[in-house]
Every structure is written in structure tokens, then in C-alpha cells.
T-cell receptor
Framework: EDQVTQSPEALRLQEGESSSLNCSYT??????LFWYRQDPGKGPEFLFT???AGEEKEKERLKATLTKKESFLHITAPKPEDSATYLC???????????FGAGTTVTVRA | GAVVSQHPSWVICKSGTSVKIECRSL??????MFWYRQFPKQSLMLMAT?????????EQGVEKDKFLINHASLTLSTLTVTSAHPEDSSFYIC???????????FGPGTRLLVL
């Protein structure tokens, strides 16, 4: 069974204080690893898709990286508007379904 | 990315009544879409996969007679929670697969509160 574990559960940062979120996964064969951002009371917003180990993608202050066992979401010089829950999900090669982690809730204080 | 809408955004109903939630893709047509449920402080759990023109496929533990899914067109799917009970109170989110299902785009969600 596919498993996705995210850590830490919660992260409190000062504005400008860079940090990383971890997503560890177990999947029979990885079709893709996805990062989403979810604001309170809203649906997840797509951020990145990573397909193979060594791949990196960036968007503004966010950078996602992938190894064979885990993915990191790096937040560089975060701003209060980066406060959200960040969800990681994997899709196996033999299925279209996504398995989600529990998320990391990031709070950035001004 | 794809634009997905849901209606209503929140609903309060009495125990025993039925509630219908609509999910629309606004900028593309999709044969397959997904319904998720999210409880407070928890992640998304897939409830069912809906294919246009055919019966939905439900995940283990999800009652198909309680959560009725209709995918009548390429841009509209509905989820009806029948005979709702307080334990059905949750955040319901739909998603469409785009780009060969490489990416799922999610709707804004519907908050259901059953009294």
C-alpha cells in the first residue's frame, strides 16, 4: 500500500526565515509526486509535479526536490502570505489515484 | 491550470435529509473526476472515481447507496449525500484530472454540517 508521511506536522517561521518541509513516500512505482497548497476552508491549489529523482522545480519562494524516497519543499525567505498547509501526494505507475500525506501547516509571522 | 467550481460552498441540513453538491469544470472537458472527503486536521481521502456516462467506482468503506454520484456530462458531476447524519459532516472536494491525469485540479470544496 502506498504511504506518504509529511513532517513536521506544523512549522512556525519568522518572516525571512527559510526552512524545508519533508515528504517521505513508499510506492510500488512512482508515476509522479505532487505538491499542493491548501488555505483554510479551500480546496488544494496545485504547485508542482515531480517525476524522477534529481528533478527540481521552482515557483517564486518555493522549490521542490525529489529523491527516490522523499521530497523536500524549500521555502526561501517566506512571507506571511506563504502561510498555508502544504500537501504532498503520490501517484503510482499502475493507478490514477493520488495518496495524500497529512500535510504540514506553515505559519509565517511578520 | 484547470478551473473547477463547486456549489454550494457550504450547507447546513437536518439529520435525515439529502444534500446535493455540484462540481463543474469551467475550462475543459474531463471524462474522469474524483470526489474526496476531508475531516478537520486530516488529509484528503478519496471517496470515489466518477466516469462520464458510467457508474462511479467507490473506495473501500464508502457506501455507494449513501453517496450517490452522477457524472452526466463532461463538465458536471454531482455528489448526493442521502439521509445525512452528523457523522457525514465534513469538507467535500472534487477534482478533475487534466493532461492525461498527470495533474488533478481541485474545486474550492463544500463544507457540510449535519445537525
Amino acid at each position: 500500500e502506498d504511504q506518504v508521511t509529511q513532517s513536521p506536522e506544523a512549522l512556525r517561521l519568522q518572516e525571512g526565515e527559510s526552512s524545508s518541509l519533508n515528504c517521505s513516500y513508499t510506492v510500488s512505482g512512482l508515476r509522479g509526486l505532487f505538491w499542493y497548497r491548501q488555505d483554510p476552508g479551500k480546496g488544494p491549489e496545485f504547485l508542482f509535479t515531480l517525476y524522477s529523482a534529481g528533478e527540481e522545480k521552482e515557483k517564486e519562494r518555493l522549490k521542490a526536490t525529489l529523491t527516490k524516497k522523499e521530497s523536500f519543499l524549500h521555502i526561501t525567505a517566506p512571507k506571511p502570505e506563504d502561510s498555508a498547509t502544504y500537501l504532498c501526494a503520490v501517484r503510482p505507475t499502475n493507478d490514477y489515484k493520488l495518496s495524500f500525506g497529512a500535510g504540514t501547516t506553515v505559519t509565517v509571522r511578520a | 491550470g484547470a478551473v473547477v467550481s463547486q456549489h454550494p460552498s457550504w450547507v447546513i441540513c437536518k439529520s435525515g435529509t439529502s444534500v446535493k453538491i455540484e462540481c463543474r469544470s469551467l475550462d475543459f472537458q474531463a471524462t474522469t473526476m474524483f470526489w474526496y472527503r476531508q475531516f478537520p486536521k486530516q488529509s484528503l481521502m478519496l471517496m470515489a472515481t466518477s466516469n462520464e456516462g458510467s457508474k462511479a467506482t467507490y473506495e473501500q468503506g464508502v457506501e455507494k447507496d449513501k453517496f450517490l454520484i452522477n457524472h452526466a456530462s463532461l463538465t458536471l458531476s454531482t455528489l448526493t449525500v442521502t439521509s445525512a447524519h452528523p457523522e457525514d459532516s465534513s469538507f467535500y472536494i472534487c477534482s478533475y484530472g487534466a493532461g492525461g491525469w498527470e495533474t488533478q485540479y481541485f474545486g474550492p470544496g463544500t463544507r457540510l454540517l449535519v445537525l
